[in-house]
DNA sequence: AAGCGACACAACCGCTGCTTT
DNA sequence: GAAAGCAGCGGTTGTGTCGCT
């Protein structure tokens, strides 16, 4: 709705977009870098709201952005990242290089959402996946969840002490800055540098190979497993996702 | 060839959380 | 500490395309 103040406010326009809106969206990004998306329109000259640039930007016109089917590999990691995160597309996203969250969504309800109907049944969208959840540490600061391993049957908050076959995820979440997200996963089988941890800098960067975040999805989805038999199927207790910081 | 429905994907909307003032 | 603005997320809708009748 446009307001009819005392000042003249731009009607932005709305629908698929034009080679030519692209290029002056491709070149403001050159000349700027991406970010100060709600000035856009002033700068470019776009008549397209900050947030509909974005989009634009990040699920289209990106380098980074890898085009094309997707393989058997990369659907076999969204099926499975899905079973461990839920309908948490950008984390899901984040770990498929050149791949979006609007592209893992769409594909995911139109091609997967087929082939498994009993399992989407399952995941009601509207429950724990639809608000975002509040991060139980600060931001940048790593923090450790010690969780146990298929072999323990107590429900414990995750994070436990138990010291039964113990797994450690440290999680970083650098949302300040330009919302790179850092990842240590737990140790995987020792290819993947120095302290064999995989390190995932920015989720849209190209660092990740698919068999390294397959030794880590292996390492979880034992606890998946659990969780879905306990009643609380297919997502990984808040405890894991956002973990208490030990001591 | 035309009409229609299903499908795929791009784009929008509403909301939340973080940062800045 | 409060308010405003911005960025990002996930759900939903809109639109173009394709295949079938």
Redesign the pocket.
């Known amino acids: 709705m446009d307001k009819e103040g005392g000042q003249q406010e731009i009607k932005l ?5 034009k080679p030519e809106e692209d290029l002056l969206l491709t070149q403001y990004v050159e000349n700027h870098g991406e ?5 856009v329109s002033k700068r470019s000259g776009l008549k397209r709201g ?3 640039c ?3 930007w990040k ?2 016109l990106s380098p980074n952005l890898k085009r094309g089917e997707m393989s058997q590999e990369e659907e076999d990691l969204i099926i499975r990242m899905h079973n461990l995160l839920g ?5 899901i996203a984040g770990r498929l290089p050149g791949r979006t ?3 893992v ?3 995911w ?3 997967l959402i087929k082939r498994y109907p009993p399992y989407i049944k399952r995941v009601s ?2 429950s724990s ?7 139980s540490h600060p ?1 940048n600061s790593p923090t450790i969840c010690v969780f146990q391993s298929s072999q323990s049957s107590k429900k414990s908050n995750g994070c436990g002490g138990d010291n039964n076959q113990k797994q450690e995820a440290v999680i970083t979440d650098n ?2 800055s ?2 790179a997200e850092s990842q240590q996963f737990p140790a995987g089988n020792g290819n993947e540098g120095g302290k064999g941890d995989i390190v995932v800098e920015n989720p849209s960067l190209p660092q990740l190979d698919l068999s390294s975040i397959n030794v880590w999805l292996e390492s979880f989805e034992y606890g998946a497993e659990r969780w879905s038999w306990m009643g609380s199927p297919f997502y990984l207790p808040e405890e894991i996702m956002y973990p208490t910081v030990l001591p």
Not at 13 to 17: A, I
């Open positions: 326009k709305k629908g698929p977009w970010g100060k998306w709600a000035t900050g947030k509909s974005r989009l634009r699920n289209y309908n948490r597309w950008s984390l969250d609007n592209e969504k769409n594909y309800n139109t091609h969208s509207r996946s639809n608000k975002r959840r509040k991060l931001p949302r300040s330009h919302h």
